[in-house]
């Protein structure tokens, strides 16, 4: 049966498909990387940023149009983009779902349109695009659709077809891509998009949404049941008792969302209003979850509504599975109450945000006067929201931003870009980098004096880590063995050892120049304090005593040694 039209109910599922499809293949796709330290993995990005978008269509009308479809689930991924991988992927939906205005229903054209519109997205807002890449799988393929579309209008035998191009571009990558061709594999962000056309595509063709857990199932209707024990405990002792969040497709542009946060600040606590082009997405505890939901409906439509009670704890090891996400509900409301919508105060001029993990790191950013920090890092990428979040908890007229890692910049760049007050993402792309720009910082200096002194005291600082191999690999002409001790410089392998402290000084003494006076050395969860003096002792035998040591706790996951030289 030829189909030339797909409806919005058709597109929801297949997107459903897709993010299933991309979380059966993330451990395999996460192994792709090249550069083998236990990061924040492609595949694991690709998959939470897809992953929340699908719970954020499961639920939308089927009697919605391809357009109103695709914004939800564009707008619900740039939200939740992590990684830089999962950025572009945001992206690249961004553009097809613009390209789908206005429209009830597909053909193939028109897929094809939205396809070239998503590439085009893409390569706009990547500064500087690599081929080889995911940009290279969407160009591509979008190319190729173009081509497909004068000649079929079946979505079945286009949409096959579109697959089969990504897949050879995918398999072309290595040829594009030196260092991929010598490790023997593909792009792992083209694989992540590949994957989720195969999964978009078994609805296509045999109306199939792949299963959660890999299995294919037939398509039926969505069912949410919610169960609760008879045992429940309550806490009283919370203000508020029910946490409350919906999305609202807005109907009145004219209405002033600034009144609309006043009121729910009014009935409630933890308020949180992200006003975000055709939707607001809120997010308030209160003891009266009717009063904001009635007062919602004034600005549009409801979706996506989910109330949990605060009040219920979740100690009990017995309960059953659906108490246990109760639990994960909450717990995740709870870590909300960190991060509360603050309006701009104009008393306040500046503002900080920076991302890091590790409890003593949290405290040495909150030492230098950043306001507010983002848990996050090296081994798990934070979303656009969670530094939206943190932005908007800062009252400042003007927020700068630390991401600290080069896979955070594009996911807080775009985080900047829905923000309602003016901020600043600095390029600090590893801790001591953010450190150092802190304490450039000078009130007395206006804002552009900060910015250029800041991003110069990143450029002068070199950085040095120590980790380890989390697979083996083949990169750079090094031979790395799963465990192998991974020296980095400036976010770059140097090389491999076997002992911890000759790794440390090795490193140490080749991030030293002429003028170099002073050395950092932040060490991590993993590392005991008998440790930490050992290798002071060890250094001290190995550079010269005019060269200050400083030695503090960063509490960081995987990074033994974090190593600054100034």
């Known amino acids: 049966m030829v189909k030339k039209l797909i ?27 090249v550069f083998p330290v236990p990061d924040g993995d492609t595949g694991t990005n690709m998959h939470m940023t897809i992953s929340m978008a699908a719970k954020e269509i499961r639920f939308a009308d089927d009697n919605l149009g391809v357009f109103e479809i695709s914004k939800i689930f564009s707008d619900a991924l740039l939200r939740n983009a992590r990684g830089n991988s999962g950025v572009i992927l945001s992206l690249i939906f961004r553009g097809i779902s613009k390209s789908l205005t206005d429209k009830t229903t597909a053909t193939t054209k028109d897929l094809a349109f939205a396809l070239e519109s998503g590439s085009k997205t893409a390569y706009d807002v990547v500064m500087k695009p690599t081929e080889g890449t995911i940009l290279t799988v969407i160009r591509k393929t979008a190319e190729g659709a173009k081509e497909i579309a004068s000649e079929v209008d079946d979505i079945t035998e286009f949409w096959s077809r579109v697959c089969e191009i990504a897949s050879q571009t995918l398999d072309q990558t290595p040829d594009m891509l030196p260092v991929l061709k010598k490790a023997g594999v593909v792009d792992s962000g083209g694989k992540g998009l590949l994957v989720i056309l195969e999964g978009m595509k078994s609805v296509f063709e045999d109306n199939i949404i792949i299963d959660i857990d890999g299995e294919e199932t037939e398509i039926k209707k969505d069912v949410s049941v919610r169960y609760v024990s008879n045992n429940m405990i309550f806490d009283y002792s919370v203000k508020y008792g029910y946490c409350t969040e919906f999305i609202i497709y807005k109907e009145n542009n004219e209405r002033d969302v600034k009144l609309l946060r006043a009121y729910l600040e009014s009935i409630g606590d933890s308020v949180l209003v992200i006003d975000d082009d055709n939707i607001i997405k809120i997010h308030v505890h209160t003891n009266d979850p009717g009063l904001a939901i009635t007062k919602a409906i004034e600005y549009g439509q409801l979706v996506d509504i989910k109330i949990d009670n605060e009040r219920q704890q979740c100690g009990d090891p017995n309960q059953n599975k659906n108490q246990v996400r109760e639990c994960q509900n909450l717990k ?56 939206l979040k943190a932005i908007h908890s800062t009252p400042a007229k003007t927020v700068f931003v630390l991401p600290n890692n080069k896979n955070i910049i594009m996911a807080a760049e775009q985080a900047a870009n829905l923000a309602d007050r003016n901020v600043c993402v600095l390029q600090s792309r590893t801790i001591p980098q953010g450190l150092s720009a802190m304490l450039a910082f000078d009130f ?55 002992d911890i402290n000759k790794a440390c000084v090795k490193l140490i003494k080749n991030l030293l120049k002429k003028d170099s006076i002073f050395i950092t050395l932040i060490y991590g969860q993993d590392v005991t304090e008998a440790q930490v003096e050992e290798l002071k002792k060890f250094i001290k035998s190995k550079i010269s005593d005019d060269i200050e040591l400083n030695i503090v706790y960063g509490g960081q996951p995987v990074y033994y040694y974090i190593i600054s030289v100034e």
Do not use: W
Not at 11 to 26: C, P
Not at 348 to 370: N, Q, W
Not at 462 to 484: E, L, V, W
């Open 7 to 33: 409806t919005g109910e058709i597109l929801k599922n297949a997107l459903i498909s897709g993010a299933n499809n991309i979380k059966k293949y993330k451990q395999s796709i996460d192994e792709l990387n």
């Open 332 to 387: 995740n409301c709870d870590d909300s109450k960190e991060q509360v919508y603050l309006p701009v105060d104009e008393n306040i001029e500046y503002g900080f945000v920076s991302v890091a993990a590790g409890d003593g790191l949290h405290s040495l950013f909150k030492d230098l006067g950043v306001n507010n920090i983002v848990s996050g890092g090296q081994t798990m990428n934070p979303s656009t929201d969670d530094i």
């Open 444 to 498: 007395e200096m206006s804002f552009e004096e900060n910015r250029l002194a800041m991003t110069q005291a990143i450029d002068n600082v070199s950085t040095g880590q120590i980790t380890f191999a989390a697979r083996d690999s083949d990169f750079n002409g090094h031979k790395i063995k799963n465990g192998d001790i991974l020296a980095l410089a400036n976010s770059k392998l140097l090389f491999t050892e076997r």
